[in-house]
């Protein structure tokens, strides 16, 4: 079956960096779009951006250009994403999803139908 | 951006009860409508696509309906186990989620 596995909680200090990652497994991991979401707290969800793991094709969000970097390694099945300079406002849930083609249109739309258990991302001193 | 606006907030109801949930896309999304439900302390899950397809395995009680820009999800027959927070989310555009709603027991 289909899994996202991903990496554990970081705690980390303002202006730092942190990388997390998402092992996915159950399915051929290069043929979907890998896109990223967060949760700030009791908030809701805000799409941060979406990497294609056969070609290393990305997209993002205006707001997250600059602030995370998103990469694959295919030989492991992994997708990670670095957040940079980080901020209180960085403090939140971060998700992996699998992207799940919809050509209702006949062009690409994609939804979300797996995600990873979440990474707790704290930024403190 | 495509803006989406989500009623209500929140949510109280009785078991066996009817809820409606609304999402107002700022323009026509085409049916690129999905929509979530997130438990306490879990990563939201799949109930609906395509404004009105149910995901596998998503019980029948709830449905989706809409087009354009006004869509909604409808719990029948309310249970115990649909207390959860409820999100909506454009796809036809990248992506945008709703504000979200928290459904609760009365």
Same mark, same amino acid.
Request: glycine share 10%; charged share 15%.
């Given at each position: 079956?289909? @899994?996202? =596995?991903?990496?554990?909680?970081?705690?980390? @200090?303002?202006?730092?960096?942190?990388?997390? /990652?998402?092992?996915?497994?159950?399915?051929?991991?290069?043929?979907?779009?890998?896109?990223?979401?967060?949760? /700030?707290?009791?908030?809701?969800?805000?799409? *941060?951006? #979406?990497?294609?793991?056969?070609?290393?094709?990305?997209?993002?969000?205006?707001?997250?250009?600059?602030?995370?970097? =998103?990469?694959?390694? @295919? /030989?492991?099945?992994?997708?990670?994403?670095? =957040? /940079?300079?980080?901020?209180? #406002?960085?403090?939140? *849930?971060?998700?992996?999803?699998?992207?799940?083609?919809?050509?209702?249109?006949?062009?690409?739309?994609?939804?979300?139908?797996?995600?990873?258990?979440?990474?707790?991302?704290?930024?403190?001193? | 951006?495509?803006?989406?606006?989500?009623?209500?907030? $929140?949510? $109280?109801?009785?078991?066996?009860?009817?809820?409606?949930?609304?999402?107002?896309?700022?323009?026509?999304?085409?049916?690129?409508?999905?929509?979530?439900?997130?438990?306490?302390?879990?990563?939201?899950?799949?109930?609906?696509?395509?404004?009105?397809?149910?995901?596998?395995?998503?019980?029948?009680?709830?449905?989706? $309906?809409?087009?354009?820009?006004?869509?909604?999800?409808?719990?029948?027959?309310?249970?115990?186990?649909?207390?959860? $927070?409820?999100?909506?989310?454009?796809?036809?555009?990248?992506?945008?989620?709703?504000?979200?709603?928290?459904?609760?027991?009365?």
């Amino acid at each position: 079956q289909v @899994k996202l =596995l991903q990496s554990g909680a970081a705690l980390v @200090k303002p202006g730092a960096s942190v990388k997390m /990652s998402c092992k996915a497994s159950g399915y051929t991991f290069t043929d979907y779009w890998v896109s990223w979401v967060k949760q /700030s707290h009791g908030k809701s969800l805000e799409w *941060i951006g #979406e990497i294609y793991p056969n070609s290393g094709a990305t997209n993002f969000n205006e707001k997250f250009k600059g602030k995370a970097t =998103l990469t694959v390694d @295919k /030989s492991t099945s992994t997708a990670y994403m670095e =957040l /940079s300079r980080l901020t209180s #406002e960085d403090s939140a *849930i971060y998700y992996c999803t699998r992207g799940q083609p919809d050509y209702y249109d006949g062009y690409y739309h994609a939804y979300f139908d797996y995600w990873g258990q979440g990474v707790m991302v704290t930024v403190s001193s | 951006d495509i803006q989406m606006t989500q009623s209500p907030a $929140s949510l $109280s109801a009785s078991l066996g009860e009817t809820v409606t949930i609304e999402c107002r896309a700022s323009e026509d999304i085409y049916n690129g409508l999905a929509w979530y439900q997130q438990k306490p302390g879990k990563s939201p899950q799949l109930l609906i696509y395509n404004a009105n397809s149910l995901h596998t395995g998503v019980p029948s009680r709830f449905s989706g $309906s809409g087009s354009g820009t006004q869509y909604s999800l409808k719990i029948n027959s309310l249970q115990s186990e649909d207390v959860a $927070s409820y999100f909506c989310q454009q796809y036809y555009n990248y992506r945008t989620f709703g504000g979200g709603t928290k459904l609760e027991l009365k």
